[in-house]
């Protein structure tokens, strides 16, 4: 499989990209590959089109399938394994943010959760913990503004972002109108 030079440089850029989010080189690379591709791909494509071998394509491809980026489908008369990514922006956006928040916030409530249990034997400690309370606080609250965006529509999601700023205003609004009904 050859790369044309546009798609050649839209991999070499997920490459990059991928060792800033914590996946390495090869494995952002072998995603761009499938993002980009009009087919699913076997593994043998993906070590040419990246001339990368075909253990590393194995190991990324089965770390995009934990982060469940990529799923493996099969062709009628051929018993290799192909892969694909979703093919809905949304639905990748959701699946990356389920992730991240599975791998990087949970855990950091649940120790936040278990800092604040333990008593404080100093004012140090009493001072440390009213910060991790403050942080606790914000995450949580965070957490649950995901909660309620992933339950939006892909459509009312897609509003409510190209909205951006403009959302403050309708806050502003709502806030006006309650303060009018209370005089």
Known sequence: ???????ERFVLHFGEMGS???VNRTVGQIYAVLFIAPSPLNADDIVDALGVSRSNVSMGLKELQSWRLVRMVHQAG???DYFETPKDVWEIFRTLAEEKRKREIEPTLSFLRDALMDAPGDDAERHAQEKMRQMHELIDLANGWFDDIHELSPQTLESLMRMGAKVS????FANQLRGVGRE
Request: glycine share 6%.
């Open 78 to 80: 051929d018993r290799r």
């Open 20 to 22: 800033r989010w914590g």
């Open 1 to 7: 499989m050859n790369l044309s030079p546009l798609a």
């Open 169 to 172: 205003r309708v806050l502003e």
